[in-house]
Every structure is written in structure tokens, then in C-alpha cells.
């Protein structure tokens, strides 16, 4: 592995922020190591908001950092539940299986779950986990949910209730499902809607975008749940994910749940699919959710899009024969027909075949996370023109 940090900030394929954190993080790591976390066996095991029998838990940290997630995503404060899960997928299995129970409750039978064909692979590893039959969902060119697509898939399936997955920010184009458009086409049905914002979760909250992931808008709800990795934007070490739900979804959901299992060997309903949990990624990503840190975040997202759309100009300007799109002003990924194989490697560049004219197309995304900056961005334009 040696030579491995000296190259991570060219790492500009995949959704992850390779900036170190800063000293204060590992100065955090050892205080709480000193009270014995990471030293021996804490347990996040059950309801973060319900008493705890085991009290070699973090969860005061784990409520703290939702409720200050929370109102950033503007869920009303006493309308709130959520916990600090292994990861984005694990948020949307959360977020998927809540629904399915609460639908299935309120309907007598099960949901179909709607998603498009952009949506993250683990969307289709769940449906297919909690037998779930999908209904795809058709999408605009720029790869976003097509509202029309998802108005005649509802009426196709009106024996249904309605499990629908909006992205925001898809894998690999950056498309944004519209929040707004789908509450529209879901008005009249019984439905649950999860938000899966697992990169730009991260950072739209900080910028002038921020209502397209406010949970409450004009004192309506606009979502029922939502997952954010937070290994991604925030450059958390290891893998986490935020889990952020409605509490009226919650308190629903665990009336289900309670009846699933019996819950007097924890004297509690957990509420989480997973019986122990770390305490130990709660109380380090805590750090995430100060002042400080949003205002580091604040400055990180202001970067992002800007270089973003730095990029996406020169790329246009340099290489319009690589055709680059940027799906929307939201996002901070910018895709194009595939380069040398060179600089895919030296950039560890994903790419993916796009249907183009009736044939696959080969093509490639940069990312432009907080550790590429223009330094690294004008790097990789030089190599480009290069390898041209
Ligand atoms: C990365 C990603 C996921 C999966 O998140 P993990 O934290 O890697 O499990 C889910 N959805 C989208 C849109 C993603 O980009």
C-alpha cells in the first residue's frame, strides 16, 4: 500500500472525499478513546431514543448528530427518529423496509416499489431482498425520473400502495429525481416515498439548493425518509451511513415491528433491522455535525460545484469530441465518452456504457470531490489533451 496517500487525490471516479480530516477529528478519536471507546466492547445495540439497558453506548452523541442532520434536511424537531447505520445501503434497506411494513399495514397488501433504471445498484439488491416487485420507471434524457413515465406506472398499478425511491444524485450521471414532481403524481395514493441522497445528501443542505432535500416545505411533508453515506462527501474514514426518518413514519412502523419479534430479551422494539450496532462511528461522525464542521462543509460544497462546473466548461471547450454533460447545476459530476485506457487508470475513472444512437457507448465521470481541485482538475485536463 505504500505510495497510496500521495495518490489518492487523484482518485476522481467514485464518490468519495479523499481529504484527510482535520487534526481536531483524530484529537476527538483518542479523547473518546480515553472514556474506553474503541478500547472495549460498546454497544449501539436498540433504539437510540428509547432507554437503554446496556450503558456502554454512545447514543446521546448518535441523537445529538440527528437531530442536528435533521435540521439541516429541515424535518421539524419534534417530527424526527433516525440512527447513524453501516452505511448508504444499509440507509436505504431501512428506509425500503420501513415502508414495505408500513404500506403492506395500511393496504392489507404489499407495496411495488418504483425506481429508475438509474437508480444505485443496491435499490435492486433490496427490491430483490424484500421480494419487492419493481415497477421501472422511465427517465428524461438528462436521467432524472420522468413524471409522466411515473404517473401511467401508478394508474398501471393501482391495486398497489406505492414504495417509490427518489434519487438525488444518481450514481453515475448526477441526475435529481424531483421530489416535488413525484409527491405530485403520488397525491390520491396510499404511498411512502424514500430519498436516496447518498453523495449529494451530503452537500446540498449547504448550498442554494438546499430546498430540494427539505423534508418540510409550506408545513406539508415532502418525504418519508432518507439516506446519506458518510464516507462519501464528508470524508469520513470507513463506511457509515445517516438513516433520517419521520417519527410519525417510525412510531408506524414499529407497531409492525413489535410484532415481528419479541422484544423482551432488550426490554425495547430496537427499531433497527440490525441488533448490535457500532458506537464507536457515532460518536467519531458526531464530530461531522458541529458548527464548525457544516461550515467546512458549507466551503467544501461551494468548491465542489464551482470546480464542477469548471471542469464542464473546459471539457467542452478542450474535448467536444468526448461530448461531456453535466446532468444538472446541482451536481458535481461531470460524464463523457470514455478516454485512454491510460487515464482511466491513472484517475481510476468508472466508466459505464451509455446507449447512444440505438449502440453502447463507452464512457467515464469525474467526480469532483473536495480533494480535486483545480490543481488536480487542470493535472487531469493536460493528460487528457495528451493522451488525445
Ligand atoms: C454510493 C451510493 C449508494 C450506496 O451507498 P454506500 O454507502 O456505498 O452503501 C446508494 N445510492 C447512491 C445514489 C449512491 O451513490
Known sequence: MAGLPEHKRLLLGYPVNMVTPPEAFFAWRRELALV??????????????EHSHIEFNSHAFERELITRFAALYRFSADDTWGFLSNSGTDSNMHGLYMGRKLLTGRAGVPPKIYFTAEAHYSIQILADLLGLERVEVGTEVDGRMSADSLGLSLAEHADHPALVVATVGTTFKGAVDSVDEIQAALIGREAYLHVDAALFGGYLPHTAFADELAQR????????????????????????????????AFDEFRAHFSQVHNPEYLLQVPGTITCSRDAVKPAEFWFFS?????????????QILSDASYLYGAMKTRFPELEPIRANALSNTVYFKKPSDEVVSTYTLATMKLRRDGAQVPYAHVVVMPHATRAVLDQFLSDLGRAG
Open 36 to 49: 474506553g471507546l474503541d478500547q472495549f466492547a460498546f454497544n449501539n445495540v436498540g433504539d437510540p431514543y
Open 217 to 248: 416545505a409550506g408545513g406539508a411533508s415532502r418525504y418519508d425518509s432518507i439516506a446519506v453515506s458518510c464516507h462519501k462527501f464528508f470524508g469520513f474514514p470507513s463506511p457509515a451511513g445517516i438513516y433520517i426518518c419521520t417519527r410519525a
Open 290 to 302: 458541529s458548527r464548525e464542521a457544516f461550515a467546512r462543509q458549507r466551503a467544501d460544497a461551494k
